[in-house]
């Protein structure tokens, strides 16, 4: 009987400590699940082709956002529709601080003024706008419209036959705001998924210009020559480029997560936002390229991206 009731009380014993460890092995599987936020990687949307503005800031951001949150953030491109593709893939994605994307002004707003695409810019998740840069429009190396007095003599000599590609719809409206300042008449070529896929068109010829901005003509200045960059304030880049102080063309990029995340969830991304956008690295890089440093909080980036539908949404 006293060995019998050994036996049974190990039985018990093992019961028992079994029991304990599906509890605390099920404790342990709910935190690596569900615990500290983020613990899994964080999927980057970028709505345009590789190589453009957006790719750019994406690609710097990476590293510093990596080290910050502690998960790795990774990149895929859902280009198209002047950018409303990999927006409306972002406003469909799960609101849950793991899907961000870029933001770009005005074309989120510009794009989204199409009731087809089904997001509505005002309504995301803003984390912070990082960088912009002014209008340019550039030409090929070698081009006969060497400076703005050339393009517009020839566009005047030539109404509509001059050829300028841009970026979709909101190519379209800043190229119409140039060549309304300018008085001259052109023929625009709407371009999808980026100034990544402009470049080759300029570098052909198979345009005679780009409607870009100042990043891009940094970038591209050993093949590419900028003629005229919007605003009255010089690029340190582009010093010998002329400004038009009427041209308020401005691109500004930023990070933005789908509507309705959580707001603790927003702050975690934003205070690795600003650390990575601050590392001296980065911020060298953005003011070297072209662009000029932005730091914005959630709450500044809402009522930015607000300012730019008023201005912008009609």
Known sequence: MKTQNKYLSRGLLGVVAGAVLAVSGGTAMAGAHGGKYPNKPITFIVPYSPGGGSDQQARRLQPGLE????????????????????????????????????????????????????????????????????????????????????????????????????????????????????????????????????????????????????????????????????????????????????WEYMTTWGVMAPPGTPADRVKVLSAALLKATRAPSVAKAISNGGYENMYQTPAEAAAYIAAAVKKFGN
């Open 67 to 246: 080290k910050a949150l502690g998960v790795k953030v990774r990149i895929v491109y859902k280009t198209g529709g002047g950018g409303a593709v990999g927006f409306g893939e972002l406003w469909r994605s799960k609101a849950d601080g793991y899907t961000i994307s870029n933001v770009v002004v005005p074309n989120i707003v510009i794009a989204g003024k199409k009731a087809s695409v089904g997001f509505k810019a005002g309504k995301f998740s803003y984390i912070g706008m990082t960088e912009r840069a002014v209008g340019a429009l550039m030409v090929p190396k070698g081009s006969k419209l060497k400076t703005l007095k050339d393009f517009i003599a020839a566009a005047k000599a030539n109404p509509g036959k001059i050829t300028v590609a841009g970026v979709g719809s909101t190519g379209k409206v800043n190229m119409a705001a140039l060549g309304s300042i300018l008085n001259i008449k052109y023929t625009y070529v709407p371009v999808s998924g980026g100034v990544g896929k402009m470049i080759p068109m300029l570098l052909g010829k198979h345009v005679d210009a780009g409607m870009t901005a100042s990043n891009h003509a940094v970038k591209h200045k050993a093949s590419l020559d900028a003629v005229v960059v919007a605003g009255s304030k010089q690029i340190p880049a582009l010093t010998n480029v002329p400004n038009e102080s009427k």
